[in-house]
């Protein structure tokens, strides 16, 4: 098997299961939030682009101080878009 970046594979899978549940999040007010492979893909590509214009760039390291969260996901991933090393902070 060929090597695949992660944004690349997760590309290819909201092309192939765009709407398929990636996971799901209950934060504590008790709303249901899921995320499907497209609405992955989308929303952390738009956060790799607002983290390039901000200068982050291939090798950099990022720190991410987010609690356990969809938004801690989708840094991580935005940040693995781009070639950099997220770096989950307290």
Request: aromatic share 6%; hydrophobic share 45%; net charge negative.
């Amino acid at each position: 098997m060929d090597d695949v970046s992660i944004a690349c594979r997760i590309r290819q899978l909201a092309d192939e299961h765009p709407d398929v549940e990636v996971f799901g999040f209950v934060p504590a007010d008790g709303d249901d939030c899921g995320f499907t492979w497209m609405n992955l893909h989308r929303r952390s590509s738009q956060l790799a682009g607002a983290l390039a214009e901000r200068g982050v760039r291939l090798g950099d390291r990022l720190g991410i101080g987010l609690r356990n969260s969809p938004q801690l996901v989708l840094a991580a991933l935005g940040a693995w878009k781009l070639g950099a090393t997220p770096v989950p902070m307290r």
